[in-house]
């Protein structure tokens, strides 16, 4: 490919991507706030609508337990996730995978193929087993089911810092997350919620363990999303972060910094 075209393609790619994960990430945490604003009032009692002022208006937002309008009119919130993830995706595979960034011999090694292969399959096995662990018992006790992803992710770090580049292996941690989060919208999230409004729609009681479950999910997508900011920033300072020689121990501070960071604006 003409390295001209290749670098307009690379540009247009990175704009797409950051401006889906500016609206992706924009709409979980506002939705996110906005639930914690009504977990706050029903704690106190209060049954009031949450006010909002904004752009030189107010609004005024209510939370429903059942459905006052027909499914046609309901809003659904998805394609953020899926062109965000899409893009992020195409954009591994061309400076990664066909760009010659997946590995150093001073780190490990290994073929370019090896690498791919690796990278790949840190994605699928990575999701799998976040989602049978949130599927299982473990998930009952959320400090439990954290935890062992957390020890999880230290491994992921761990292992893909000895193999790959620096920047290969942080790319591929964030792109773990990154994958987590768009599976859950798309695998957990959203058929929950369809249930629940065509059980509403019939008249049916919805399960209300489809929207614990779609909660939980969304809630970890909160914790998830700042973390992956951090690793794409991580690029722009490799003398700091994946160029050294503690960069999966400095990767996991990022992590933790990130989840930090969530919790209080989720608080806020």
């Not at 490919?1 to 991507?17: A, P």
């Not at 107010?58 to 993830?85: C, D």
């Not at 006790?141 to 999880?152: D, F, K, M, N, P």
Request: glycine share 8%.
């Amino acid at each position: 490919m003409d390295f001209s075209i290749r670098e307009w393609l690379n540009l247009g790619l990175r704009w797409f991507h950051v401006f889906s994960g500016i609206m992706w990430v924009g709409q979980t945490y506002y939705f996110t706030w906005l639930d914690g604003q009504f977990a706050k009032m029903e704690a106190s009692g209060a049954k009031d609508p949450v006010w909002m002022v904004h752009s030189g208006g107010f609004y005024v937002v209510e939370k429903k337990k059942e459905l006052g309008v027909p499914p046609s009119q309901v809003n659904w919130f998805r394609w953020e996730a899926m062109t965000t993830w899409v893009s992020g995706i195409i954009l591994l595979t061309l400076l990664y995978y066909m760009g010659g960034l997946m590995v150093d011999d001073s780190v490990a090694k290994i073929s370019d193929l090896r690498a791919i292969v690796t990278g790949v399959l840190t994605l699928v096995i990575g999701w799998e087993t976040y989602d049978r662990i949130w599927m299982s018992p473990l998930s009952k006790s959320e400090r439990t089911g954290v935890g062992v992803c957390l020890a999880l992710t230290a491994g992921v770090a761990y292992g893909l810092c000895r193999q790959f580049s620096g920047r290969a292996a942080y790319l591929h941690v964030g792109a773990l997350f990154g994958t987590i989060m768009f599976l859950n919208v798309w695998m957990r999230i959203l058929p929950a919620q369809r249930k629940m409004v065509r059980a509403l729609a019939e008249g049916r009681a919805p399960d209300a363990r489809l929207a614990a479950r779609a909660k939980q999910r969304s809630r970890h997508n909160t914790f998830m999303a700042v973390p992956v900011v951090f690793i794409m920033l991580s690029n722009h300072f490799p003398s700091a972060t994946y160029g050294t020689s503690y960069n999966w121990e400095i990767l996991l501070v990022l992590i933790f910094a990130g989840m930090i960071a969530a919790k209080i604006i989720r608080n806020a």
